[in-house]
């Protein structure tokens, strides 16, 4: 398929590693992920574009037994054994005030200032590009051979005071387990849509 296109384009080993043989997991191979590895899907996650490289993302990664068992009991009934039996959990947050940042982040313009006295602006801003940097954390964490379970079945203000209390401008939008899925947790792929059927070429 994919050698019609130019010569940099992935080997449809990779596509198919990335996109189109991943799957969503509900459960978990005994296997740990280490520090290194979160580091690795971090490095790559952080190359992704956001709007002025406000990198909003904040992120706790849940790994060991007492946060794990905190982040439990702020899940919905469905998802609170996805995520015990999980190596680790990403929380996927963003920083309110990711403006304080732009000076070093964006140097070639005074970006701070665009953002200044618009805090509606800057949580829309915030939520939208830290969604795309979560979206970036699963490619990233597929590329190097693991495995992805995105969740948003979760109290997320409880979520919020529980693991960023430190950080009270940060607020807490979703979650995804990450490790080796068990093949048996997983139903036959769910239908996709046709180029044709909700896009347009204008």
Same mark, same amino acid.
């Given at each position: 398929?994919? %050698?019609?296109?130019? /010569?940099? !384009? ?5 596509? +198919? ?13 005994? %296997?740990? !992920? ?10 790559l996650l952080k190359m ?14 849940? %790994?060991? /037994? ?10 919905? /009934?469905g998802n609170k054994d996805?995520?015990?039996?999980? &190596? ?23 970006? %701070?200032?665009?953002? $200044?006295?618009? $805090? $509606?602006? *800057? ?30 079945? !979760? ?6 005071? $529980?693991?960023?209390? +430190?950080?009270?401008? !940060? ?10 899925? +068990? ?9 996709? &849509? ?5 896009? *347009?070429?204008?």
């Open positions: 398929m994919t %050698k019609q296109f130019h /010569d940099h !384009v992935l080997s449809d080993d990779a596509l +198919d590693q990335i996109f189109n043989e991943a799957r969503s997991y509900n459960d978990w191979l005994d %296997k740990d !992920v280490s520090e290194e590895q979160l580091q690795a899907i971090y490095d992704g574009p956001t709007s002025a490289n406000m990198q909003p993302i904040r992120l706790v990664w849940v %790994k060991s /037994d007492a946060a794990k068992a905190k982040l439990v009991e702020l899940a919905s /009934d996805k995520i015990k039996a999980a &190596p680790v959990t990403a929380i996927i947050g963003y920083d309110i005030d990711f403006h304080e940042e732009l000076p070093w982040l964006f140097p070639h313009a005074d970006a %701070k200032s665009w953002f $200044e006295g618009d $805090e $509606e602006g *800057r949580k829309e801003g915030a939520a939208r590009n830290s969604a795309l940097q979560g979206a970036y954390l699963i490619i990233a964490a597929r590329a190097i051979g693991l495995d992805c379970g995105p969740m948003s079945g !979760v109290d997320l203000d409880g979520i919020t005071k $529980e693991f960023f209390a +430190d950080q009270p401008r !940060v607020r807490a939008d979703w979650v995804c387990s990450i490790g080796y899925g +068990d093949p048996d947790s997983i139903f036959d792929r769910s239908p996709r &849509p046709d180029f044709g059927k909700f896009t *347009r070429i204008a």
